[in-house]
């Protein structure tokens, strides 16, 4: 099938090869840290050998509870919030038919995703959609009490007893929570849900290879075996006795590490294929949410070109040298099209003729990727066969490895966020929560 390729080439032009040589050192000792499971956030490191651990009793049990839900219901809505949706989502949109929610001939259920955001508008037009369709639920969430996912799940779960009956509703709703405590926990023993654990000792950003993410995606339709089975030998791949010039993920931890002590404090994920959109999400979190503290960290941003070379290009061929670019290229396109030759030539495209879009669209790479390190953004170019499940599972885990070895080079703890708590402190605050008593009185005195 073959593997992932990571190519430095357009770095050394701006960070010299030696700069990223000398980190070697610091990624071996990273790596050390990870696997000894003696650095901080070892709490949560269960992701670090998941992928091998995934027995044939649990893939079982996720395919039949997704058999189960195929055959009731033509839409799913995945409630969660962060890395309690963005895995899936990326993985399922990086496989789908981009156009399959317009076909009537679909095999497999709409996925739609709500609890990631409180706008009014989203939830009532979403629910005015769901009235008169058969739809269920998969709820993610270990507490039961994020807001964003709650509230959602709330008006979803009223609506789904309403239109299809309370015993139906019991086979339409699956909760993906904690194993023995929380709301949500408490909820679904009391209703009867079937319910999948998300382990203790895996933080929501690295949870896609946990039921967080196979549910939804083999409920879409999705092979999570082969999704697993990639990640599975890219753990083998990075694991601690492969040396550092074989270890992808090092080389990529040291790279990024280099260019940010060279001052190039924001990296831009770009993608050339549009199915990798919500790729690039799930990446913008999981590098955001584990390195961006204690005053320290690379800022993650993503950009599909070349939809945005038209509206970003000129800021990163000219604008302030503080950035640089990791590109994510898919070999092999799943379809094929060729460009028609047209009598009139018109639009001067005749010498395009005969050629599939998929050439044009590796030669704008191509030239961005020079053009851009030509105006001294240096580029890291990781490389995908295709978009499949065994392909997107590798370069899932391959991104997660080198962000540990990369949080602990960088000197923080990559797995958890407290800086994540203080929006909601705030917000609970101002709705008048209560327990949040002492802080509605303090925040209200500040916006006097």
């Not at 492969?242 to 940010?260: D, H, I």
């Not at 392909?391 to 923080?412: D, H, P, R, T, W």
């Not at 800086?419 to 925040?443: C, R, S």
């Amino acid at each position: 099938m073959g593997n992932i390729k990571l190519d430095l080439s357009r770095v050394y032009g701006v960070v010299d090869k030696s700069k990223v040589e000398a980190l070697k050192g610091e990624a071996e000792a990273a790596i050390k840290t990870l696997h000894a499971g003696n650095g901080a956030g070892n709490d949560f490191l269960g992701w670090l050998n998941l992928p091998s651990s995934i027995t044939d009793a649990q893939f079982a049990e996720i395919e039949a509870a997704a058999k189960d839900m195929r055959s009731r219901v033509d839409y799913v809505v995945v409630a969660g919030i962060g890395g309690s949706y963005l895995g899936a989502r990326a993985v399922i949109e990086g496989l789908s038919d981009t156009f399959d929610y317009l076909r009537k001939d679909r095999k497999n259920p709409i996925i739609i995703y709500a609890g990631h955001n409180i706008g009014e508008d989203y939830l009532a037009e979403l629910l005015d959609l769901l009235k008169d369709k058969k739809f269920g639920v998969v709820v993610i969430s270990k507490s039961g009490t994020t807001t964003e996912t709650a509230i959602a799940f709330r008006l979803l779960k009223e609506l789904v007893e309403k239109t299809a009956g309370k015993e139906e509703a019991k086979h339409r709703i699956i909760a993906v929570t904690d194993k023995a405590k929380g709301a949500l926990k408490t909820l679904a023993t009391n209703e009867g849900y079937k319910t999948f654990v998300i382990p203790d000792n895996v933080g929501g950003r690295f949870s896609v290879l946990t039921p967080v993410g196979l549910v939804p995606i083999a409920i879409a339709g999705y092979d999570i075996r082969a999704l697993v089975k990639g990640a599975a030998d890219m753990e083998k791949e990075t694991a601690l006795d492969v040396p550092f010039e074989k270890n992808l993920s090092m080389q990529y931890a040291a790279t990024r590490n280099a260019l940010y002590r060279n001052g190039k404090a924001i990296e831009i994920l770009v993608n050339y294929q549009p199915k990798l959109h919500y790729f690039t999400e799930w990446w913008k979190q999981l590098y955001g949410e584990s390195e961006g503290k204690d005053g320290k960290g690379i800022f993650p941003a993503g950009v599909d070109f070349s939809t945005d070379l038209h509206s970003m290009g000129q800021w990163i061929q000219e604008g302030e040298r503080i950035i640089s670019e990791t590109v994510v290229s898919v070999e092999n396109p799943a379809k094929k099209q060729v460009i028609p030759s047209d009598a009139d030539n018109l639009d001067a495209l005749n010498f395009l003729a005969g050629k599939r879009v998929d050439q044009v669209n590796k030669m704008a790479e191509l030239g961005t990727l020079i053009a851009h390190t030509d105006g001294g953004v240096p580029n890291i170019h990781v490389s995908v066969p295709q978009l499949d499940e065994y392909n997107l599972g590798q370069l899932i885990y391959f991104f997660e490895k080198a962000c540990g070895i990369s949080g602990y080079m960088l000197g923080v703890n990559p797995f958890n966020q407290p800086g994540v708590e203080a929006y909601k402190k705030n917000m609970f605050a101002l709705l008048e929560k209560p327990g949040y008593e002492e802080a509605t009185k303090a925040i209200k005195e500040r916006l006097k």
